[in-house]
Nanobody, 126 residues
Framework: VQLQASGGGLVQAGGSLRLSCAAS?????????MGWFRQAPGNGREFVAA????????SYEDSVKGRFTISRDNAKNTVYLQMNNLKPEDTAVYYC???????????????????WGQGTLVTVSS
């Protein structure tokens, strides 16, 4: 399976972006959590949000709660990250991730996931 992330770009503070991550190749019929992480220059990869297979359960890093929304469309094998009220500190390369083994746990550690997209750059200007 491969993940293709898209939707990044340059936006002013207070603006919005919607990231998409499309999975191709093998499809799954049992629970597979997906997540978004980000990495700013000089920093490690940090958790942003995760969603369970059904899309009904989500988890967010504290700094993005109330501003970001993760969702998924299993018919399209795609997970989304709607980002509103963006701040300069949200500037980073955003990566989507998939755990290919069956799990109902929405991991917050990068090591929980084993398939990664190529990353899409989000730049928020002040």
């Amino acid at each position: 399976v491969q993940l293709q992330a898209s939707g990044g770009g340059l936006v002013q503070a207070g603006g919005s972006l919607r990231l998409s991550c499309a999975a191709s190749g093998r499809t799954f019929s049992s629970p597979r959590p997906m997540g978004w992480f980000r990495q700013a220059p000089g920093n490690g990869r940090e958790f942003v949000a995760a969603v369970d297979w059904s899309g009904r359960s989500t988890s967010y890093e504290d700094s993005v709660k109330g501003r970001f929304t993760i969702s998924r469309d299993n018919a399209k094998n795609t997970v989304y990250l709607q980002m509103n009220n963006l701040k300069p500190e949200d500037t980073a390369v955003y990566y989507c991730a998939l755990k290919t083994s069956t799990s109902t746990v929405m991991g917050r550690s990068a090591t929980w996931y084993n398939v990664w997209g190529q990353g899409t750059l989000v730049t928020v200007s002040s």
